[in-house]
């Protein structure tokens, strides 16, 4: 395109759509407002339960200069955006948001309905099988959440025998017996049943230990076990011996196999044990190896109780984590700091970019944290951490650091930090329903095939020499061959169509496959997308920045840029000085995030990287 006169120092302002919403026309008459105001939830009658909250908001998407106070009757209770609500009683009650603009004053009110909660028991023990010793009793229980209105009632063998929350069943004689509650709150009735077993003194066996758990701690080669304790036996337990295996789970028949780890003496009244037992102080248990464990409990006969639980542990030893450090395009960093995020240990990359860090307890979960500040004018590097790494995890972690570009002050809503403008374009700064995870996708090779129509011209615009235009320049700023012409359009990876107008845009550009147009770019892998350029358009320059800025969704940019500064071309309604165009179309974070998503691995995980807004000073309004 021609050379325009310096001397014309006009901006042209140009409306425009991108990605699935298109570009919006600023002059149509028929396009709708949105409500200023956002009320959460949006119906004014609210039901609500006893035993639950609510949380309400006010949001003002113009504005931020205005105040919220939230009313209960009564008097305010709190001031701002949100307000989280917990009934106070049963029956109606009201909440009222108060809004404060310097100019103007609004209320909203809601009526919330607060009813009784459905009724929820509780029974203990929470069996249907109980067996008993004959001269034992044992307390059972149903447990509420409708103290004013619910009752109880208890019957063994049918017949009444108790209306209270409890009943104590004493097993006086042999056999098969049946307790059973009613919980009944208004038309409400929950019912539970126990079947209970009662044995002969001279036919008892001493049951099993229940609620086993084995488990690693914190601390070096060391293991806890849980259980709970015998109730009940008509005699007292002497001890309760921690047993364990190699060869696995520890059964009745060969439970006299197994190796004798620990013996602990039975305490009166004591509920539970939990048991601390270092590796180490028996040679039997070899480290890195499963094990399974079982506790056995002995009476003041000499009886010994049946093992009906083994779970199984790999017994614990040190480990060390290891991978490399290098950036987007492949280079390895040197003087990277690895470093576990409780700061225990670190580590500094040599000129490889590897690390090593450890030993640490094959117990611990441990997040890595990789960094490399800036130094001789360098801008430094976004801290990069692993998810949580466990001793079952693979041990070798490589991290992708990404560099700090600078964002321009102007750019509020970023705050000056590149990789929230970075994750904002890519949709990876919140889960969205096309997007449920994290993770960049972008096209899986380079360069893209790009198909231009021949006939290519609309309302005496020129669309095709404005394609290839913006093909061009996005080839030209980004110094490497991002598209490729092709002349058949079964071929192309992006192909361009001309349409004669569109009441609401300029150009829109569509997701092909996967998906046949159902999908987002930026939520799977692109594998062919179209760009439309619509006779709306009211000159070859605007064609021109249209084509360009429809080309920076392909590319990955989705989302449309906060950032209304001059020289962003992903802005909704793009700004471009005519003395600069088209040396400065593009803005420097708009090629620095096109080439990062170019080079990153397909499927990058983007949560990893550290956005730290409240280490940045405030540079008014945003995020």
């Given at each position: 395109?021609?050379?325009?006169?310096?001397?014309?120092?006009?901006?042209?302002?140009?409306?425009?759509?991108?990605?699935?919403?298109?570009?919006?026309?600023?002059?149509?008459?028929?396009?709708?407002?949105?409500?200023?105001?956002?009320?959460?939830?949006?119906?004014?009658?609210?039901?609500?339960?006893?035993?639950?909250?609510?949380?309400?908001?006010?949001?003002?998407?113009?504005?931020?200069?205005?105040?919220?106070?939230?009313?209960?009757?009564?008097?305010?209770?709190?001031?701002?955006?949100?307000?989280?609500?917990?009934?106070?009683?049963?029956?109606?009650?009201?909440?009222?948001?108060?809004?404060?603009?310097?100019?103007?004053?609004?209320?909203?009110?809601?009526?919330?309905?607060?009813?009784?909660?459905?009724?929820?028991?509780?029974?203990?023990?929470?069996?249907?099988?109980?067996?008993?010793?004959?001269?034992?009793?044992?307390?059972?229980?149903?447990?509420?959440?409708?103290?004013?209105?619910?009752?109880?009632?208890?019957?063994?063998?049918?017949?009444?025998?108790?209306?209270?929350?409890?009943?104590?069943?004493?097993?006086?004689?042999?056999?098969?017996?049946?307790?059973?509650?009613?919980?009944?709150?208004?038309?409400?009735?929950?019912?539970?049943?126990?079947?209970?077993?009662?044995?002969?003194?001279?036919?008892?066996?001493?049951?099993?230990?229940?609620?086993?758990?084995?488990?690693?701690?914190?601390?070096?080669?060391?293991?806890?076990?849980?259980?709970?304790?015998?109730?009940?036996?008509?005699?007292?337990?002497?001890?309760?011996?921690?047993?364990?295996?190699?060869?696995?789970?520890?059964?009745?028949?060969?439970?006299?196999?197994?190796?004798?780890?620990?013996?602990?003496?039975?305490?009166?009244?004591?509920?539970?044990?939990t048991e601390k037992i270092v590796v180490g102080a028996n040679e039997a248990l070899i480290p890195g190896l499963d094990a399974w464990f079982t506790v056995v409990a002995v009476d003041a006969d000499g009886a010994t109780s049946v093992p009906d639980e083994s779970p199984s542990l790999g017994i614990p030893y040190y480990m060390y984590f290891e991978g490399s450090v290098h950036d987007a395009y492949g280079n390895a960093l040197t003087g990277v700091e690895v470093q576990d995020s409780a700061g225990g240990l670190r580590f500094t990359t040599g000129p490889d970019g590897a690390y090593r860090i450890g030993p640490y307890a094959s117990s611990v979960t441990v997040t890595l944290v990789a960094s490399l500040a800036g130094g001789d004018g360098q801008l430094g590097w976004h801290e990069a951490a692993s998810a949580p790494l466990t001793f079952f995890d693979d041990p070798h972690r490589d991290f992708l650091l990404i560099p700090r570009y600078e964002v321009p002050a102007g750019c509020s809503a970023h705050r000056g930090s590149f990789m929230h403008y970075l994750r904002y374009m890519t949709t990876t700064l919140q889960v969205r329903t096309d997007r449920p995870d994290f993770r960049l996708y972008r096209w899986q090779e380079y360069p893209l095939s790009v198909y231009v129509p021949p006939e290519g011209t609309v309302g005496g615009l020129d669309f095709r020499t404005a394609a290839l235009f913006a093909i061009g320049v996005w080839n030209d700023k980004l110094e490497e061959p991002v598209f490729s012409i092709v002349e058949d359009l079964q071929e192309a990876d992006l192909s361009f169509r001309f349409e004669p107008g569109s009441s609401t845009r300029f150009g829109l550009t569509i997701l092909q496959q996967p998906g046949d147009g159902s999908l987002a770019l930026g939520a799977v892998v692109p594998e062919k997308a179209e760009i439309v350029l619509y006779g709306t358009i009211n000159s070859q320059l605007g064609a021109e920045l249209t084509a360009l800025h429809e080309i920076g969704h392909v590319l990955g940019l989705l989302n449309h840029s906060p950032c209304n500064m001059v020289g962003y071309l992903m802005y909704s309604a793009p700004s471009v000085s005519i003395e600069n165009w088209p040396e400065h179309a593009i803005h420097a974070n708009e090629l620095q995030a096109v080439q990062l998503i170019r080079h990153l691995p397909q499927g990058h995980e983007m949560s990893q990287y550290v956005i730290d807004l409240e280490r940045l000073p405030s540079q008014g309004s945003g995020w």
């Open positions: 395109m021609g050379r325009r006169s310096p001397a014309i120092a006009l901006f042209l302002a140009l409306a425009l759509l991108g990605l699935a919403g298109g570009c919006s026309h600023g002059d149509d008459p028929t396009r709708q407002e949105l409500p200023p105001l956002q009320f959460d939830p949006e119906y004014q009658i609210v039901p609500l339960t006893m035993d639950r909250y609510l949380d309400f908001s006010v949001i003002d998407r113009t504005s931020t200069s205005y105040e919220v106070t939230w009313v209960r009757p009564g008097q305010p209770t709190e001031i701002g955006p949100r307000y989280r609500y917990f009934p106070h009683a049963y029956g109606a009650d009201t909440l009222t948001a108060l809004i404060d603009y310097p100019d103007q004053s609004l209320r909203h009110r809601w009526l919330i309905d607060v009813a009784l909660p459905p009724l929820e028991v509780g029974f203990s023990p929470d069996t249907e099988v109980l067996t008993l010793i004959e001269t034992m009793s044992v307390e059972l229980g149903a447990a509420h959440n409708r103290p004013m209105d619910a009752s109880c009632r208890w019957s063994l063998d049918g017949q009444l025998v108790g209306t209270d929350s409890t009943y104590v069943f004493e097993a006086a004689v042999t056999g098969p017996q049946t307790v059973r509650c009613w919980v009944t709150a208004g038309a409400e009735t929950i019912t539970h049943t126990w079947n209970v077993h009662v044995t002969g003194i001279a036919d008892a066996v001493l049951p099993a230990v229940r609620d086993l758990t084995v488990a690693r701690t914190l601390v070096f080669g060391e293991i806890s076990v849980f259980w709970r304790t015998i109730t009940g036996w008509y005699r007292p337990i002497d001890e309760y011996q921690v047993r364990f295996s190699h060869d696995g789970p520890i059964t009745p028949e060969n439970v006299e196999q197994s190796a004798l780890l620990a013996a602990f003496e039975s305490a009166p009244g004591q509920e539970y044990h």
